[in-house]
């Protein structure tokens, strides 16, 4: 299988708080990846260097062998390696003043002018019927629930057809029925397309349903575990003390005395 | 003890609470488990009078509350300590004024007694040293520390816990729960847990009460919740089993705590 995206030794911190030191990792065409990590470890932060929101320090990102940092290619050839990136916010980031339909075409007006008003709608409506939440397009998402929110942040981010998938802690805060409904859609979807999917999370149940291969955030790198199998088996102390939840190990002491 | 009887509450068209029954004991620790939207939080909230019930009766140590005006709830809330989801503490105040804050409400302690008060609570949790730093300048955990510090202060004997471990990442997760239950034995009082999470109130939970379309669907121990055949409850476990950990009771494993 093809390497579609590739990280090399990425270097990246904000003030006081370095993140990132010689990261490197490979992600293959149609692969799910699940990266998982501590609060304050940088998941987010790598999402927003994948997605070419911010730009590392040093190294480089490498999607579909272009250097989407690189300032010598041209804007053009970068936003159209954009163009197949679909993201989804942990928090949503959903447009307040606009409708469900308004959402989702909004997007497509901005990515792709070709395409006729007629067809966005057409388009944004099948998407959110095809996540479940078709039957309400004219609400806006400050009257929607949480789970159903996070169904309109999927079906926007697969407006413009991504090939790869930046899911920033798909079902956050979500009860755990509704986040194995949410993570069942996003692998149907993800593989009806053999899209490549980049997921974060802290759910180890998540990471379990939806991993072809699990990393995990540890003193600013990746540290590749393998299967969800291996990550369960894994004796690696700091796997162990992430996906047990053990108060002690290298994470750090995280024992609350009550005294 | 905590009693809900036939209680309903309807916003508008959406009845949340359907005719709901349980009860609480003194001392218990009790999870009230349920998926978004079951009426979980909407419970609780009863039980402090910020929401009031359409229909039915709640009592509290025997007296019922249902018809209790602004001012009787004020006793109910220095009762019944509510520990908010997220920390939610004053941003300008420091740890000790955050802590001192309810106190301060309630009006009836002398400049002392605070000073006892707060520094004690925060001891219980397990700070020292941090009464002059501001929220910004804790982690998160310290931060969900000085919210429960802030509740256990005015000497509660209810714990509200709403959602204290949902969007926590494992370990943060397991940290929060054995606090919740070391400090419920510690100080003798009858914690509800608001949660998601079927791991640990496997762990700590004298009872589980399952929720579902805002009526009672499961009422058990720990070990009749394990052999539940209830769809709903065997699809909560079913997240423990995907998980891989084996959960093990924190009482048994800690037999001295």
Redesign the interface.
């Known amino acids: 299988m093809e390497t579609l995206i590739e990280v090399k030794n990425l270097e990246f911190s904000y003030p006081g708080l370095p993140l990132f030191k010689e990261t490197s990792l490979e992600i293959k065409k149609g692969e799910v990846f699940v990266l998982l990590?501590?609060?304050?470890s940088g998941k987010t932060t790598l999402a927003k260097l994948l997605a070419g929101l911010i730009q590392p320090k040093q190294g480089t990102v490498l999607i579909e062998g272009l250097d989407i940092f690189d300032p010598k290619v041209p804007p053009l050839k970068r936003e159209n390696v954009f163009k197949k990136v679909g993201m989804v916010f942990q928090k949503n980031a959903l447009f307040d003043s606009l409708n469900l339909l308004e959402n989702i075409t909004f997007p497509q007006k901005e990515r792709l002018p070709e395409r006729s008003q007629a067809e966005r709608l057409k388009r944004a409506q099948s998407l959110l019927d095809r996540v479940g939440i078709g039957s309400f397009p004219t609400l806006f998402p400050d009257e929607i629930?949480?789970?159903m929110q996070k169904r309109l942040g999927i079906a926007r981010a697969l407006a413009l057809d991504p090939e790869i998938l930046i899911l920033d802690d798909p079902t956050?805060?979500?009860?755990?029925?509704?986040s194995?409904d949410i993570a069942d859609l996003i692998l149907e979807l993800q593989k009806e397309k053999n899209a490549t999917a980049f997921v974060i999370t802290?759910d180890?149940?998540r990471a379990?349903?939806m991993g072809d291969r699990v990393g995990l955030l540890k003193d600013e790198s990746i540290l590749l575990i393998g299967s969800?199998e291996e990550?369960?088996s894994s004796q690696n102390p700091a796997v162990k003390?992430?996906?047990?939840?053990?108060?002690n190990g290298p994470?750090g002491d995280?024992?609350?005395?009550?005294? | 003890m905590i009693t809900f009887r036939d209680v309903h509450k309807a916003f508008g068209e959406k009845k949340v609470l359907a005719g709901l029954n349980f009860s609480v004991h003194s001392e218990e620790i009790v999870f009230l488990l349920g998926t978004s939207g079951t009426g979980k939080s909407v419970t609780l909230k009863h039980i402090v009078g910020l929401l009031r019930p359409d229909s039915g009766n709640i009592q509290i140590d025997n007296e019922d509350i249902t018809g209790y005006s602004e001012e009787d709830f004020a006793l109910i809330r220095k009762k019944c300590g509510y520990v908010f989801q997220h920390p939610a503490l004053f941003d300008s105040l420091s740890v000790f004024e955050n802590v001192a804050f309810g106190l301060r409400a309630h009006g009836e302690l002398q400049e002392s007694q605070i000073q006892d008060k707060v520094t004690q609570s925060l001891e219980l949790v397990g700070l020292r040293g941090i009464n002059e730093k501001y929220p910004h300048e804790l982690s998160y955990g310290e931060q969900k520390r000085v919210s429960i510090a802030r509740t256990i202060a005015p000497g509660p004997s209810y714990l509200l816990f709403d959602e204290p471990t949902t969007g926590l990442d494992p370990i943060t997760t397991n940290a929060v729960n054995t606090l919740i239950f070391k400090l419920s034995r510690k100080l003798g009082v009858t914690s509800i847990v608001v949660s998601h999470d079927m791991g640990c109130a496997l762990k700590i939970a004298d009872r589980i009460i399952v929720l579902e379309a805002g009526r009672l669907a499961v009422d058990g121990n720990v070990n009749e919740i394990w052999s539940c055949s209830q769809p709903l409850v065997k699809s909560f476990l079913e997240e423990v089993r995907l998980s891989g950990v084996d959960i093990k009771r924190f009482d048994e494993e800690n037999p001295h705590s």
Do not use: H, I, W
């Not at chain 1, 003390?241 to 108060?247: D, K, M, N, R």
């Not at chain 1, 995280?254 to 005294?259: D, G, I, K, L, T």
């Open positions: 990590g501590p609060s304050g629930s949480g789970g956050a805060g979500l009860d755990p029925v509704t194995r802290n180890v149940s379990t349903q969800p990550m369960k003390q992430f996906v047990e939840g053990l108060l994470f995280y024992q609350m005395e009550v005294s």
